[in-house]
């Protein structure tokens, strides 16, 4: 059964940090780009970040310089590291998928996902 599991969200004082961590149990994990969506309350889910197979990295504008993803293929891991976190960062946090096979390079698509993780809570808060 294909799982993504997102952990490591929790409640942060603004300006500070926390690294989110997502374990697929996917096969051909490397050669998939693996991303990173938030939605926060009221409001639609966005993409934040990608990472293809050939750990090329990109971010939406808001979080770069901010975040950092990064990937471990012999563990089947995807990390978000997050730094300088303000308020409106606050939201649930969700890992992506996308298929193997596919070479494009749309990466804020959601429907070029087929998988997702339950998502992990993160709030900044004073």
């Known amino acids: 059964q294909v799982k993504l599991v997102e952990s490591g969200g929790g409640l942060v004082q603004p300006g500070g940090s926390l690294r989110l961590s997502c374990v697929a149990s996917?096969?051909?994990?490397?050669?998939?780009?693996m991303s990173w969506f938030r939605q926060a309350p009221g409001k639609e889910r966005e993409w934040i970040s990608s990472?293809?197979?050939?750990?090329?990295?990109y971010y939406r504008d808001s979080v770069k310089g901010r975040f950092t993803i990064s990937r471990h293929n012999a563990e089947n891991t995807t990390f978000l590291q997050m730094n300088n976190l303000y308020f409106a960062d606050t939201a649930t946090y969700y890992c992506?998928?996308?298929?193997?096979?596919?070479?494009?390079?749309?990466?804020?698509?959601?429907?070029?996902?087929?998988?997702w993780g339950q998502g992990t809570q993160v709030t900044v808060s004073a």
């Open positions: 992506a998928a996308q298929r193997a096979d596919y070479l494009g390079s749309d990466y804020g698509a959601e429907r070029l996902y087929p998988y």
């Open positions: 996917l096969r051909s994990f490397s050669a998939r780009t």
């Open positions: 990472i293809n197979y050939n750990s090329r990295t």
